[in-house]
């Protein structure tokens, strides 16, 4: 169930991260994240991809981000840019996870022109 507050998170639970690719081959990588609590929770998934500490920094068109959606095609996530961090939105990522339930996606990243980073996924927490 997908939920429409607008509040910002309470916290953030940050996931294994990985060197982002160098070549140009599209690379599949799992999010999953357990609500090991025995509430409901409003959580939203959200990639960041990290620049190099001193630059290059990365612009959204150097990166194709997907999600494998329920129909089992690869769907194009936007990707946002500030202070050399890429990132994807969190408002249309909310749900609701279940009690003990355990959300998994599966993303696939090409890297369009050369460059370093570091993809770091994480859920955001809210109240």
Known sequence: MVTSSSAAPVGFVNLHSRPLPTDHAAH???VTYRN???????I??????ESPA???FL???DIRLE?????GRWHVVPLASQT????TSLIPAKLVLHSHHTL??????TVIKAAHGTIEPRIALYA
């Open 104 to 109: 998994t996606q599966h993303y696939r990243i």
């Open 36 to 42: 090991n609590s025995s509430a409901d929770r409003t």
């Open 67 to 71: 999600r494998l959606g329920t129909d």
């Open 28 to 30: 599949r990588f799992t």
């Open 84 to 87: 050399g961090t890429l990132f």
């Open 44 to 49: 939203a998934p959200q990639i960041l991809i």
């Open 59 to 61: 612009d959204p068109s």
């Open 54 to 56: 001193k630059g290059p």
